[in-house]
């Protein structure tokens, strides 16, 4: 099983960017699907998920109204929407598979994951 996250990238403040996340050796439809991001100096931090099954989708407070995560199933890919950018959201971001069907309590927590991209970096800066 591969992730290949992309579309990181510099960006003023107030910007927006999209990441990708495709996968190979797996469908995502199958499982749950997360972005995470850890900024300079920070922990691990969960953004959304989406439980492909359920049809359910769940962000961090500190994105939600903001980010949009959304699903291509033709492309086994993931997206990530990313709006009104700010300083505090730069990290590295890295899409995550849950193997199977979590409940919610367990989304946030990367050790629960069992794929993990390679991630892809995002600078929020002017």
């Known amino acids: 099983v591969q992730l290949q996250a992309s579309g990181g990238g510099l960006v003023q403040p107030g910007g927006s960017l999209r990441l990708s996340c495709a996968a190979s050796?797996?469908?995502?439809?199958?499982?749950?699907v997360a972005w995470f991001r850890q900024g300079p100096g920070k922990e691990r931090e969960f953004v959304a998920a989406?439980?492909?099954?359920?049809?359910?989708?769940h962000y961090a407070s500190s994105v939600k109204g903001r980010f949009a995560i959304s699903r291509d199933k033709d492309k086994n890919t993931m997206y990530l929407q990313m709006n009104s950018l700010s300083p505090e959201d730069t990290g590295v971001y890295s899409c995550a598979v849950y193997v199977g069907r979590p409940i919610v309590s367990a989304l946030p927590n990367p050790g629960a994951y069992d794929y993990w991209g390679q991630g892809t970096l995002v600078t929020v800066s002017s």
């Open positions: 050796g797996l469908t995502f439809g199958n499982h749950a």
């Open positions: 989406y439980r492909w099954r359920e049809g359910s989708i």
